[in-house]
Nanobody, 125 residues
Framework: QVQLVESGGGLVQVGGSLRLSCAAS????????MGWFRQAPGKEREFVAA????????DYTDSVKGRFTISGDNAKNTVYLQMNSLKPEDTAVYYC??????????????????WGQGTQVTVSS
């Protein structure tokens, strides 16, 4: 079984920064892509950012472009999300996800096979 464990969430003021980390553990596993999703209270889970290891290509939802950066280490199945200039609307539980195989889309939740438990990010105004 593969486990994804997120860390780095917390409470931050508007304009502040946080860095989320996600590490995979368990059976030998090589992901094709890893991503971050978030879910705010009363809302559906939404895509935030993803990275496809083979091309080191990345994708971001429009609302975080220029503020968030996804990076990671394919060999370690570790992914990071650097979040700058945080806004109250970024408040959510952030989930890490990993895709075991190539998928056409890396911004769709159904493309991912494994999920973490989530880490809370709260941005206070």
């Amino acid at each position: 079984q593969v486990q994804l464990v997120e860390s780095g969430g917390g409470l931050v003021q508007v304009g502040g920064s946080l860095r989320l980390s996600c590490a995979a553990s368990g059976r030998t596993f090589s992901s094709n892509a890893m991503g971050w999703f978030r879910q705010a209270p009363g809302k559906e889970r939404e895509f935030v950012a993803a990275i496809r290891w083979s091309l080191r290509s990345t994708d971001y939802t429009d609302s975080v472009k220029g503020r968030f950066t996804i990076s990671g280490d394919n060999a370690k199945n570790t992914v990071y999300l650097q979040m700058n200039s945080l806004k109250p609307e970024d408040t959510a539980v952030y989930y890490c996800a990993a895709a075991a195989y190539w998928r056409r889309s890396i911004n769709a939740a159904e493309s991912y096979d494994y999920w973490g438990q989530g880490t809370q990010v709260t941005v206070s105004s």
